[in-house]
C-alpha cells in the first residue's frame, strides 16, 4: 500500500515539500487551516483598498507578543501577503547549518528557475528615478548596491502578467504576477494526481503509537473533530505555530509534549530601522515600482543589509502615509500635504538579525512570544543610522521628521527559529534532512527550523529547504 504523507500549512516551507513528496510518489494531504483565496479577492481595485481590510483572516491577535505578528492564513500561507524579496545564503552560513551546500546551491538554482525570479535569468524590475538616483549614490559611496532579484514576474510566464509596478503586494496580487506558493507549487504539486487538500482545516495534535513515531492527527475540519491517519507528518505550520502544535501534543508517549528541550527557543526576528526621504519636485514617479526594490551588500559580513522600499514603515499608499504625517503636522494641512508630497517619498531602512538566544521563546502555554536584545544592538542601531544618514545626503534627498525615522522595531513578519536546524541535537531541534530529533517520522520545514546566520527575507531559502527536505524523505524514512 502506497504510504501517505500528511503536510500541515501550505506557506513557504509547506507546499514546496509536499510537492517534492508528491513527485516521488508518495499520497500527501495538505492541510491548510485557511481558506483558498484567490487573487480576485483582492480589493486593490477598489478605491478605499488602502483601508479595507486584507482578503484572509489574520488571526494575528491570538499571539501577543514583544511586537505585533504579520502573517496570512490562507492556501499559499504569508507568501500571499509577503513582498517577495528574495535572498540566499552564503556558503559559509550553509555550512555552519550543517547542510551539503553542493546540493543545496543546485536546488537554489533550479528553484530560481522555477519561480523565474526576476533579476536571475529574467530581468531585474526597473527602478524609478528615486531609486536610480539612490543606487547612484551607493555607488559613489563605493558600496555594493544593486536592484533587488524579487519573486514578481517581469516578464509574463504560464498564462500571468509582468508586474504593474502598483507596489500593493501586501493586500493581495490582483493581476497575480507576484509568485506565491498557491500560483507555483501548487500548481506543480497538483500535476502528480497524488495531492489532497484540506483547506479550512486546523490540526490541533499529533497522535504516537510509541515514543518515536507518529501514527495520526486529530483534526477540526467544518467545525467537526476527526482523526486522519499518517505514515509520516511534516509540521510546517509557521515559526510560532509548529512548536506551539508540538508542544501541545501532550500524551502517555510525550507527557510534555513532542520534541526535545529545544523546541520553542532562540526565536529570531529582523530587526528593520526606517528612514524617510523626501526628494524635490523632480521625481514624479517615486511611488511606482515593486514594494522594496533596491538593497545594498556592503555590509552583509556585518550583519547589516540597506534597503529602499516604498511600502517599509508600513506605508502602502498616500493615507497610511498621510496618517503617519498628521501625527506631526494636524489633521487640517494632511491631504494638501498628501497631493504634494506622496510622489517625493522614499523609505530606506536598514535591517540586522536580532539575537535569537535561548531565552528567545515561544510560549506554548499561553500563545506568546518574546524577544529580547542582545548586547550591542542599540550600538548597531547608531551605526546603521549613521549610513542611512550618509546615503541620504549622498543622493541630495532631505530627511523627514526625526523622531519618526529613527525609530526601530522587530518586524513581525520575518519570524524564525524556534526548531533550528543543524548536525548537533544538543542545541538544535532537526537534523539537515529536516526530520524532528528522537523521532522516527515527524519532520519540520519553515521558518521555525532556519538557524542564526539569515539577516532578512526568509521566504526563498524555505522554498528550497522546503523542497530539500520533501526529497530526502524517503531515503531519511528507510534511513
Ligand atoms: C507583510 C509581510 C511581508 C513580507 N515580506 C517578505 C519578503 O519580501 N521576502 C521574504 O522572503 N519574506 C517576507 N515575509 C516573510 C515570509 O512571508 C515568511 O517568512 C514565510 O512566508 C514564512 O513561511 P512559513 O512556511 O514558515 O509560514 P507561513 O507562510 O505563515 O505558512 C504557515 C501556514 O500554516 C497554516 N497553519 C498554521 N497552523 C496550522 C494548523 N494548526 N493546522 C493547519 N494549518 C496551519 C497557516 O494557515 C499558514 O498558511 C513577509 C511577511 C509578511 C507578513
Known sequence: MEQTIVVIGSGAGGLPAATAIAEKGYQVILIERGPAVGPSQSKINQYNFETASLPWPTAESEWSGSHALQRALGLGGSTLRYQAVTHT??????????LNVRSINKTIQTT???????????????????????????????????AVEAAILSK?????????????????????????????????????????????????????????????????????????????????????ETPFLLKNSKQTFAPDGIGNKNVGRYLADTRVQNHFVIGDKMIEDAHAGIPIDLVVKEFESEGILLYQGRNLGGIVGPVSLAKLYSVHEGPERTLTWMKNNYKRIGIIASMMESGGNRNDIVDTRKKRFS?????????????????LKKWTKAAGFKSLWDEVTHHSSLSGAMLRGACRIGNNEKIHSVDPNGKLYGYNNIFVSDASILNQGLIAHPSFILQVLGYHIGQSLGATLRA
Open 371 to 387: 524577544i529580547t536584545t542582545k548586547e550591542g544592538d542599540s550600538q548597531n542601531e547608531v551605526a546603521t543610522k549613521m549610513l
Open 112 to 146: 530560481k528557475d522555477f519561480l523565474k525570479i526576476a533579476g536571475h535569468k529574467t530581468p531585474h524590475h526597473a527602478l524609478n528615478s528615486l531609486s536610480t538616483r539612490l543606487l547612484e549614490s551607493a555607488h559613489r559611496l563605493g558600496w555594493k548596491a544593486s
Open 89 to 98: 545564503l552564503s556558503v559559509a552560513v550553509l555550512e555552519k547549518w550543517g
Open 156 to 240: 509574463p510566464h504560464e498564462g500571468r502578467p509582468a508586474c504593474n509596478k502598483c507596489g500593493m503586494c501586501v493586500f493581495g496580487c490582483l493581476p497575480n504576477d507576484k509568485t506565491t506558493t498557491a500560483n507555483s507549487w501548487l500548481v506543480r504539486a497538483k500535476k502528480t494526481g497524488r495531492l489532497k487538500i484540506l483547506t479550512n482545516t486546523q490540526v490541533l495534535k499529533l497522535n504516537l503509537k510509541d515514543s518515536k513515531t507518529v501514527e495520526s492527527l486529530d483534526i477540526i475540519r467544518n467545525e467537526r473533530p476527526e482523526k486522519i491517519k499518517a505514515d509520516a507528518v511534516v509540521v510546517s505550520a509557521g515559526a510560532l
